[in-house]
C-alpha cells in the first residue's frame, strides 16, 4: 500500500492494529500519508455557525441541544437570512473560506426548505463554501440543498455501529447512512465523522473509522471530536479520554482516508497547544474558528492564529482565490494584524 492507496475494504482487526502501533510508528506512517496527499503546514479553516439553536426532539446523549436535557441553553428559533449572511461576512473577514450553518432538528420541514436553501445562495455569493447540517434528510431535501450549491452536507455517524444505541435511540445508525448516501447521491460533498470519549472502547473508535473509509467514497471532511462534557447531558460526569487515544484516532484516519479533510472540531478548548500541533502532525488539517462552536466554545480566533504563527502554519485559501492578490492580501494583513495585537498584549501582561 502506498501512502496515497485509497481502500474501501478494512477488516476491524487491520483497523485495530493500526490503532495499536507504537505510537512513534503510528504517527510516521500517518504524517508520510498526510505528506504525500496534502501540503503539511496548511490547515482549512471553517466557521460554524447555529442558524436555529436547542429545542431538538432527539436524544443524543453528548448534546446540549436535546430538549430532554436541562444544560440551560438558550433556544432560538431559525435566524433570519440577513443575520446570517452577516455572520457569514464577518466569517470571511476573519480568514474563514467555508462557513458552516447547524439547525438542531431531527430533520428540516418542507417549510424550512426555501429559507435554507436561500442561506445557502446568500452565503456562497459572499465567495464562502457553504456546508449545512439539519439532521436527516428526505431526496427532495438532499436534492433542493445541492440546486442551491451546497457545497457540503455534514451528518456524523458518531461512534460504532454497535456502540451507537448507547448514545441515541430515537433514530438508527442506519438512517444516518441513508442520508449520507442520499447527500452524495445529490451531488453533495459529505462531512462525516464523530465524537471520541463517550464511554466507547477503542473497537468503537476503529468501527466508526472502518465505517467511514468503506463507504462507496469516503467523506471529503472526517470531523473527529472529543466529547465536550455539557452539565445536564447524561455523558457529563464520563471519563475524560487519553489524549495520546485521541491522537491515535486523528491519525488512523488519516491513514485510512488519505486524501480527506480531517477536522479537529469540538473539544479543542480542552487541548492545549502541544496536543493540537500532535494532532495537526498525526494528519488534522482542517479547524473550525471562531468563538463558538455551536453551543460549546471554542478557542479564540486570535489564539488560532497565534498557534498556527508559531507551527509556520498556513490557512488555506480557497483555490479560485488564489489568483485573487488583494484577497489574499487581505487575508494576510488581518492574521499579521491578530498576531501581533495577540503578541502585544502578553507583552503587556
Ligand atoms: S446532535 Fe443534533 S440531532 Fe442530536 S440532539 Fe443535538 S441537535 Fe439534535
Known amino acids: 500500500m502506498t501512502a496515497a492507496t485509497i481502500r474501501h475494504d478494512w477488516t476491524r482487526a487491520q483497523v485495530l492494529n493500526l490503532f495499536q502501533q507504537p505510537f512513534m510508528d503510528l504517527l510516521f506512517q500517518a504524517q508520510t500519508v498526510h505528506r504525500a496527499n496534502f501540503d503539511p503546514n496548511q490547515v482549512q479553516v471553517s466557521t460554524l455557525c447555529s442558524i436555529k439553536t436547542g429545542a431538538c426532539p432527539e436524544d443524543c446523549a453528548y448534546c446540549p441541544q436535546s430538549a430532554r436535557y436541562d444544560t440551560g441553553l438558550e433556544k432560538q428559533k431559525l435566524m433570519k437570512v ?24 431531527r430533520s428540516p420541514k418542507n417549510k424550512d426548505m426555501p429559507y435554507v436553501t436561500d442561506m445557502v445562495r446568500r452565503v456562497k455569493s459572499l465567495g464562502l463554501e457553504t456546508c449545512m447540517t439539519l439532521g436527516m434528510l428526505k431526496d427532495e431535501q438532499a436534492e433542493e440543498l445541492a440546486d442551491a450549491g451546497l457545497d457540503y452536507y455534514n ?18 445508525y442506519d438512517d444516518r447512512l441513508q442520508t449520507l448516501a442520499r447527500v452524495r447521491a445529490a451531488g453533495m460533498k459529505v462531512c462525516s465523522g464523530g465524537i471520541v470519549g463517550m464511554g466507547e472502547e477503542e473497537t468503537d473508535r476503529a468501527g466508526m473509522l472502518q465505517q467511514l473509509a468503506n463507504m462507496p467514497e469516503h467523506p471529503d471532511s472526517v470531523p473527529i471530536n472529543m466529547l465536550v462534557k455539557v452539565t445536564g447531558t447524561p455523558l457529563a460526569e464520563n471519563d475524560d479520554i487519553d489524549p495520546f487515544e485521541f491522537i491515535r484516532t486523528v491519525a488512523v484516519a488519516r491513514i485510512m482516508m488519505p486524501k480527506s479533510y ?13 496536543m493540537q500541533a ?41 483555490e479560485e482565490h488564489m489568483s485573487d492578490a488583494q484577497q489574499t492580501a487581505e487575508l494576510e494583513q488581518q492574521l499579521t494584524e491578530r498576531a501581533n495585537e495577540e503578541r502585544f498584549y502578553n507583552a503587556a501582561v
Open 155 to 172: 451528518h456524523n455517524l458518531d461512534t460504532s455501529k454497535e456502540y451507537y444505541g448507547e448514545i441515541i435511540t430515537t433514530r438508527t
Open 82 to 105: 440577513e443575520a446570517v449572511v452577516k455572520e457569514a461576512e464577518a466569517a470571511k473577514a476573519a480568514g474563514a473560506t467555508r462557513f458552516c450553518m447547524g439547525a438542531a432538528w
Open 262 to 274: 480531517v477536522r479537529l472540531s469540538a473539544g479543542r478548548e480542552e487541548m492545549n497547544e502541544q
Open 278 to 318: 500532535l494532532a495537526f502532525f498525526a494528519g488534522a488539517n482542517s479547524i473550525f474558528y471562531g468563538e463558538k462552536l455551536l453551543t460549546t466554545p471554542n478557542p479564540a480566533a486570535n489564539q488560532d492564529m497565534m498557534l498556527f504563527a508559531k507551527l509556520g502554519i498556513q490557512p488555506e485559501t480557497r
